[in-house]
């Protein structure tokens, strides 16, 4: 279906069948890791569709709770590692909220949310020191007890 349904992109599909082609993969293959890439946000803000932007984000919104509730209801997986982030910021002005790159101001700054049993810390972190988008895949890797940074002396530090 997803190729029947033309979208707005020449790059990208609807961010359901994202979810849903993954959800349907974890209830049968039962993977010990998904990576779920939404990008329907980040295409709606190019097109300066702010409108389109927020559908997305709530509809996104709805999809972790869906994700989060199935998880908890298959006893395997209720003690499941979730990392939430994006791969680049927005503009921070009227004139360049829409786009992003190196020459964009705010752009840098991304953000990161953990659902994880071996984060007992909860709500927004105060005074910790800066995360980097370096690090999620360290701080993915020692959930499932692999040392990502060795062997990667660049690589960022898992987020303890």
């Known amino acids: 279906m997803q190729f029947q349904t033309p979208t707005a992109w020449d790059s990208a599909r609807y961010d359901a069948y994202t979810?849903?082609?993954?959800?349907?993969?974890?209830?049968?293959a039962r993977p010990r890791v998904v990576y779920m890439a939404f990008d329907e946000t980040d295409d709606w803000a190019h097109g300066r569709r702010y409108d389109r932007v927020l559908d997305a984000l709530n509809r996104t919104d709805g999809y972790?709770?869906?994700?989060?509730?199935?998880?908890?209801s298959q006893p395997d997986y209720?003690?499941?590692?979730?990392?939430?982030t994006t791969d680049h910021?927005?503009?921070r002005t009227a004139e360049d909220w829409n786009t992003h790159g190196a020459k964009i101001e705010g752009a840098q700054?991304?953000?990161?949310a953990f659902v994880s049993p071996a984060m007992p810390q909860r709500g927004e972190w105060r005074d910790h020191p800066p995360l980097h988008t370096n690090q999620a895949a360290a701080t993915m890797a020692s959930w499932l007890g692999v040392d990502w940074t060795a062997g990667r002396p660049g690589a960022g530090r898992p987020v303890k």
Do not use: C, N
């Open 109 to 112: 700054d991304t953000w990161m």
């Open 64 to 72: 972790l709770k869906e994700l989060w509730t199935w998880l908890q």
């Open 19 to 28: 979810f849903y082609l993954a959800m349907s993969h974890l209830r049968t």
């Open 89 to 91: 910021g927005r503009g």
């Open 78 to 84: 209720r003690r499941t590692h979730i990392l939430i």
